[in-house]
């Protein structure tokens, strides 16, 4: 969490020996610090809603990616959140990346002969700010697939237990678990196009390369400085000065940054690729879960309309039934009505016969009635 007094934050500072310090700084520090503006400090801000940001600076780089708030620069990882309890995880995975990478840095002697010597010799050494932004990378990616996990978990015994039972409740639940779906879905699109948008811009990813635009600058330092003596020399009719003067000015061919510069670039390529690859299951997975819900609400779509045709059926039947009995009362009101005639002398017999015999001719035309509304397609069995 970010906790403020006045204008006060509260970091924790991570740099590249493994030592970690919380400090609170103005933003003006921190803004001195690393080389950001206040814009880019405007990102990190957890009041605020921004999209997931992998973006290089000058001598910093500012990763937002869900939870995971910090600033990195050649030498420090500075975190904003590092009291969140979801972020435990991933400082003492950082700092062991640190700590790692600073003994394979610090401890490689190429004299020694042991077998730990030549495994740190063979090893592919990331620079510092690699290593922290796969860090975040790892992190981020994690948390999102294990939420997905979670949500495939919950989701699909609720779908198949509103297949097997239509009810107000269960399709609660579903309506629930979709909008879960939805927004988890949303965070990890957002990831997966901020690695996609790098992975296509390799202006982007140079300006990730923290340690080489350091050490580039350290050297056009080195080699300015170089200069200026050789000037000054120069001015002295020296035969050796001159030809010293020559090597200076090739010295800048020893060092070649652009080779440097393409594979760093390279690295992080393949650094993002990885990650984008595993935030692309993670999307496909929530993409397949979508896709069953889809298909089990269309399911229930259909069963509901099913279910809505019976009723019609039922209507239509309890109707033609309806109009025949009103016409078989219509035939009993008649009977009914003080009108003396023949039929009433005639007995028992032939009264019972009238009353079976209008039965019957209602029962007879509900049957026809009922045979052609098959006939004609508006009841189906």
Known sequence: MLRKKGSLATWLVLDSEGKRKVVEARKQIIMRRTGLSARDLRVLDPLLSYPSTIVGRESAM??????????????????????????????????????????????????????EAKQLDDMNILPFEFVALEACLEAACSALENEVEILEQQTYPALDKLTSKISTLNLEHIRLFKIRLVALASRVRRIRDELEHLLDDNENMAELCLTEKLAQQQLENSTTSSMDDMENEVLQPDINSASDGVDVENAGTIYSPETKHSSDVEELETLLGAYFVQIGGTLNKLSRLRESVDDTEDYINIALDEKQNRLLQMGVKLSTSKVLLHAFICVTAIFSMNIHIELFDTGMPQFLATCFGGTAACIFLYVVAISWYKHKGLLVD
């Open 62 to 115: 500012l990763i937002n990616l869900d939870h995971i708030k910090a600033i990195i620069t050649a030498t420090q990882v500075l975190l904003l959140n590092s009291t969140d309890p979801s972020v435990f995880p991933f400082v003492n995975n950082l700092h062991q990346r640190i700590l790692i990478l600073h003994r394979a840095t610090h401890q490689l002697h190429p004299q020694e002969d042991s077998d």
